[in-house]
């Protein structure tokens, strides 16, 4: 992204005092697929992590478990 990185969004998102916009579910949708990567993703609070080449059937199934975990 050219203005900021998805890490420093996902931080800027995370820390917004408007709950609405901090709890949103955000998937880490990434070429970064090295080993402790995931991990980063996930402490610096994406609800899920997910490599490219992008496997379609990866991703809906991690949106919805994201979204099944989310409070109504």
């Known amino acids: 992204m050219p203005i900021m990185d998805g890490i420093k969004a996902c931080k800027r998102i ?6 609405h916009k901090r709890d949103i579910p955000i998937i880490a949708l990434t070429a970064y697929a090295m080993a402790g990567d995931k991990e980063k993703f996930l402490a610096a609070g994406m609800n899920e992590y997910v490599t490219k080449p992008v496997d379609i059937e990866i991703l809906l ?4 478990e ?3 975990e989310q409070p109504r």
Do not use: D, H, I, V
């Open 61 to 64: 199934q991690r949106m919805s």
């Open 66 to 68: 994201t979204l099944r």
């Open 14 to 19: 995370r820390g917004s005092r408007n709950s």
